[in-house]
């Protein structure tokens, strides 16, 4: 197995940790797995363009790490009113289509490429940057006016990112 991939399945090993930690308040041990499932987050992608170890099998798996953790923190967060609930919507249902529509390409033989956008990695950032604020906010209270724009950002991109796979789906139907 490639390193890479050694990175993403720790991932999927971090998220339980992470999800209980959170349901029995350990909240200061939740931002710390976090914050080092986020790092592996990088790490794969860089080990595996560097070593020259890209996969079909990491290109697959990396998403879907990437959105088991963030979804369960969405969710996680916004059950425990830290975040609005409505943007813990809104990230769901973007992963769900954006997984639904890959579904449906496999299902029917659509050939596709597992590959990120510019803007799709760029929105993983901000999700993970407004996870890891809003836990270190629990902990040690941030100026409000912080969170409302790092949530309005998360928004903002999260829906742009959405519509932009779904129309790259679209130009692959065509």
């Not at 939740?30 to 790092?39: E, H, N, Q, V, W």
Request: charged share 10%; glycine share 4%.
């Amino acid at each position: 197995m490639s390193w890479p991939n050694l990175f993403t399945f720790f991932r999927f090993l971090l998220t339980p940790v992470f999800i209980i930690l959170i349901l029995n308040n350990y909240f200061s041990l939740a931002t710390i797995t976090f914050l080092i499932a986020g790092i592996t987050d990088a790490i794969d992608g860089f080990l595996a363009r560097y070593l020259h170890q890209a996969t079909r099998l990491g290109a697959c798996l990396d998403p879907i790490a990437d959105k088991l953790l963030l979804c369960s923190s969405f969710v996680l967060l916004a059950w425990y009113q830290f975040i609005p609930s409505w943007l813990a919507v809104i990230v769901l249902c973007r992963d769900a289509f954006i997984l639904l529509g890959a579904l449906l390409f496999f299902l029917f033989d659509i050939e596709f490429e597992v590959k990120p956008s510019l803007l799709g990695k760029t929105t993983t950032l901000v999700q993970i940057i407004t996870v890891l604020t809003v836990l270190t906010n629990i902990q040690v209270t941030l100026p409000p006016i912080l969170l409302s724009i790092l949530l309005g950002i998360t928004l903002i991109l999260t829906v742009a990112s959405g519509l932009q796979y779904a129309y790259m789906g679209y130009k692959i139907l065509e």
